[in-house]
């Protein structure tokens, strides 16, 4: 059973970092792109950041700069460390994994809210 464990989520305010975790069961970290996605309230679920089992990286645009998606296969974790955090950052941030292009996996979702 392939199961994503998300962490680190919580309430910040302007400018503070978060990082959020996912831990994933098994072997499907190794196998698989990895994504964090987030769904703000009335809007459609978006991407953050992509890595691809190779080990390249994508970042929407609203994040450049700020976030940093990395991989530890060695401790199955996917991390997401998030910089200089602003309220538009509000969201459920949810774990994504790709083994191939005809199944994917999501964590539960993790809050996080950005505000003073």
């Known amino acids: 059973q392939v199961q994503l464990v998300e962490s680190g989520g919580g309430s910040v305010q302007p400018g503070e970092s978060l990082r959020l975790s996912c831990a994933a069961s098994?072997?499907?970290?190794?196998?698989?792109?990895m994504g964090w996605y987030r769904q703000a309230p009335g809007k459609q679920r978006e991407l953050v950041a992509l890595?691809?089992?190779?080990?390249?990286?994508n970042y929407a645009d609203s994040v450049k700069g700020r976030v940093t998606i990395s991989r530890d296969k060695a401790e199955k974790k996917v991390y997401l460390e998030m910089n200089s955090l602003k309220p538009e950052d509000t969201a459920v941030y949810y774990c994504n994994a790709s083994p191939t292009s005809l199944r994917e996996y999501w964590g539960q979702g993790t809050q996080v809210t950005v505000s003073s």
């Open positions: 890595i691809s089992r190779g080990g390249s990286t």
């Open positions: 098994g072997s499907i970290l190794s196998i698989s792109a």
